[in-house]
């Protein structure tokens, strides 16, 4: 996975040419959203020259930036809310809403954590839930079976579009949680935490357990039907990892699109199949369908600027809905 953010041509100047004058793309956002931004960024880069700067302001940050102007591209892991849609409306801010690619939100555990290889959703929302807090610290608490030991949470901050999304999953209220876990927006500090500690439950976006194999073990979610089933590419995919299957989003400024061709050219590289697949799947989430990138184009071209969800996340949507242009 790439961490290397994006240089202008300075080796260009190092090397005694005048370096162009060009118009950077400026994108931020979601921590989770970022390993996609930047696969596309630096790829985009290389081929035309173009600086793209990719920032980790987490969901909520970047669209607060976004939506006072300073930004093209908003990365997000959840949908605008509606106090966001109403800061950029002030702000004479319209935005098209496309989603970029399917995650699997993965709740993990430690190597050594033998007993919970797989919890229903009821079980995940005693450990997180508001009433958690101060009275739900160990893993007998949730389950007899499991073993006198000490529980510690690890997870995203609570400006982050992750965090947003498992608690409307999990808990049925978004933004709604226990406030004495370990809150970070960077994901990898959830990685360190939970690897450290046997007795640590996180979650975060699947490309960072695909990154981090060995170090963390992902927990299976009980099923309606009664199976478990892992989070994957696969189980993203084929919708059977619910209720933690999510589409990804990136929000685009409608006049920076229109006046701005780099910008253009961005989105148009991002919205080709060739290239999207590829760069998706390379990072470790879930392409879109393939008839996606056509109606995504289409949203494009006719500037259909606004949101599906009306200010509020929605599980189990269907990525077509997202992208009709009527």
């Given at each position: 996975m790439?961490?290397?953010?994006?240089?202008?041509?300075?080796?260009?100047?190092?090397?005694?040419?005048?370096?162009?004058?060009?118009?950077?793309?400026?994108?931020?956002?979601?921590?989770?959203?970022?390993?996609?931004?930047?696969?596309?960024?630096?790829?985009?880069?290389?081929?035309?020259?173009?600086r793209?700067?990719?920032?980790?302001?987490?969901?909520?940050?970047?669209?607060?930036r976004?939506?006072?102007?300073?930004?093209?591209?908003?990365?997000?892991?959840?949908?605008?809310?509606?106090?966001?849609?109403?800061?950029?409306?002030?702000?004479?801010?319209?935005?098209?809403?496309?989603?970029?690619?399917?995650?699997?939100?993965?709740?993990?555990?430690?190597?050594?954590?033998?007993?919970?290889?797989?919890?229903?959703?009821?079980?995940?929302?005693?450990?997180?839930?508001p009433?958690?807090?101060?009275?739900?610290?160990?893993?007998?608490?949730?389950?007899?079976?499991?073993?006198?030991?000490?529980?510690?949470?690890?997870?995203?901050?609570?400006?982050?579009?992750?965090?947003?999304?498992?608690?409307?999953?999990?808990?049925?209220?978004?933004?709604?949680?226990?406030?004495?876990?370990?809150?970070?927006?960077?994901?990898?500090?959830?990685?360190?935490?939970?690897?450290?500690?046997?007795?640590?439950?996180?979650?975060?976006?699947?490309?960072?357990?695909?990154?981090?194999?060995?170090?963390?073990?992902?927990?299976?979610?009980?099923q309606?039907?009664?199976?478990?089933?892992?989070?994957?590419?696969?189980?993203?995919?084929?919708?059977s990892?619910q209720?933690?299957?999510?589409?990804?989003?990136?929000?685009?400024?409608?006049?920076?699109?229109?006046?701005?061709?780099?910008?253009?050219?961005?989105?148009?590289?991002?919205?080709?199949?060739?290239?999207?697949?590829?760069?998706?799947?390379?990072?470790?989430?879930?392409?879109?369908?393939?008839?996606?990138?056509e109606?995504?184009?289409?949203?494009?071209?006719?500037?259909?600027?606004?949101?599906f969800?009306?200010?509020?996340?929605?599980?189990?949507?269907?990525?077509?809905?997202?992208?009709?242009?009527?």
């Amino acid at each position: 996975m790439r961490h290397t953010l994006y240089m202008t041509t300075t080796l260009a100047a190092l090397a005694g040419f005048a370096a162009p004058a060009l118009a950077d793309v400026a994108i931020d956002g979601s921590s989770t959203v970022f390993p996609v931004s930047e696969a596309f960024a630096e790829e985009f880069q290389i081929e035309t020259g173009t600086r793209v700067t990719v920032g980790v302001s987490g969901t909520g940050g970047g669209f607060r930036r976004f939506c006072r102007g300073e930004t093209d591209i908003s990365g997000a892991s959840r949908p605008i809310s509606a106090s966001e849609m109403e800061a950029c409306e002030e702000a004479g801010i319209e935005f098209i809403e496309l989603p970029i690619a399917l995650d699997a939100l993965a709740v993990i555990v430690h190597p050594a954590n033998d007993w919970a290889e797989c919890m229903t959703v009821d079980e995940l929302k005693t450990m997180w839930q508001p009433e958690a807090q101060g009275k739900t610290d160990n893993w007998n608490q949730v389950r007899d079976e499991f073993p006198d030991r000490e529980l510690s949470l690890y997870g995203p901050g609570v400006d982050s579009g992750t965090y947003d999304y498992f608690t409307a999953a999990i808990v049925g209220k978004e933004h709604s949680s226990r406030g004495d876990f370990t809150a970070t927006e960077d994901d990898n500090i959830i990685i360190q935490g939970v690897s450290t500690d046997e007795g640590a439950l996180g979650f975060l976006g699947l490309a960072y357990l695909t990154e981090n194999e060995g170090i963390v073990k992902a927990v299976g979610v009980e099923q309606e039907d009664g199976s478990c089933v892992l989070p994957s590419v696969e189980t993203a995919r084929d919708a059977s990892y619910q209720p933690l299957a999510r589409p990804l989003f990136i929000y685009v400024n409608k006049a920076h699109l229109e006046e701005n061709e780099d910008v253009r050219s961005y989105v148009e590289f991002v919205l080709t199949p060739v290239n999207a697949v590829e760069l998706v799947a390379e990072v470790g989430y879930v392409p879109l369908p393939e008839q996606a990138f056509e109606l995504a184009q289409k949203k494009v071209e006719a500037g259909r600027t606004g949101t599906f969800f009306g200010g509020e996340s929605k599980i189990g949507v269907q990525i077509e809905d997202l992208l009709q242009v009527e």
